[in-house]
């Protein structure tokens, strides 16, 4: 990394870049990625800067764009697949910051649940969002509550680094999808990258394809550094 890509990661996180480099010194083998700690303290630390969910690394006003242009791609794809918000249940999985909540309400969505590993951002968004419902579960480990017409798991997938516990998280969904329902999920685009970082996996589509068995997939569509992908039963 040429040293003026260092100067713009310090000054948009100088924080985060301490801590990062206070770990490396404290680990020099390397941090092992603990899910649940490492999303509560990077939530804790950004709050609801949209650096939070999406480029640590990069300054606010940037995420904060990529956070609307998504969005806006997001309530196209609803409308597109003819999702009306105000007759379905939607399960968001790794709510985050509530932007899929925010997109659903002002759809005129109405049966919401968001769930994440994490509970740190919930008092705020029960508050934002005082008819939706937001629980702490881990997907990749427990069971997803209810069942739903559409269920969402965006820029989520990917920081589920273990086989195993990806190949759970794309059974939980399956089962908790009610008859005749999407799943839209996000997938990367192009080859493997040669290094990634530790909260980083890579699971294309054809990794979670055989986890929905007589279900077929839309053509990808651009989201963010990904693309997304509506899974529905043929």
């Known amino acids: 990394m040429s040293a003026s890509a260092k100067l713009r990661k310090l000054l948009a996180d100088p924080a985060g870049v301490t801590r990062r480099v206070l770990r490396r010194l404290l680990h ?3 941090v092992p990625y603990e899910p649940a700690s490492y999303w509560a303290e990077r939530h804790a630390t950004c709050g609801f800067d949209p650096r939070g969910v999406g480029r640590i690394d990069t300054a606010t ?6 956070v609307r242009e998504g969005n806006a ?12 918000a105000s007759a379905i249940s939607l399960l968001d999985v790794g709510c985050g910051q509530g932007h ?18 994490t509970d740190v951002l919930f008092p705020r968004l029960r508050a934002r969002f005082p008819g939706f419902r937001f629980e702490r579960v881990d997907a990749s480990r427990e069971p997803l509550p209810g069942e ?7 820029n989520v997938a990917e920081h589920i680094v273990d086989a195993d516990l990806f190949a759970f998280a794309m059974d939980n969904v399956r089962t908790h999808l009610s008859a005749g329902g999407l799943f839209i999920v996000t997938v990367p685009e192009g080859p493997p990258p040669a290094a990634r970082a ?6 294309p589509l054809e990794a979670l394809l055989p986890h929905f068995p007589g279900y077929t997939a839309t053509a990808p569509t651009p989201f963010w550094d990904k693309s997304v992908v509506v899974l529905r039963p043929r």
């Open 100 to 117: 899929h909540a925010q997109n659903f309400a002002d759809e005129g969505g109405t049966r919401y649940t968001g769930v994440d590993i």
């Open 73 to 84: 791609a997001m309530r196209a794809l609803w409308r597109r697949e003819g999702i009306a």
């Open 148 to 154: 739903h017409d559409v269920i969402v798991m965006v």
């Open 28 to 30: 020099p083998e390397g």
């Open 198 to 203: 530790a909260h980083w996996a890579y699971w």
């Open 61 to 66: 006003a940037d995420n904060e764009e990529m």
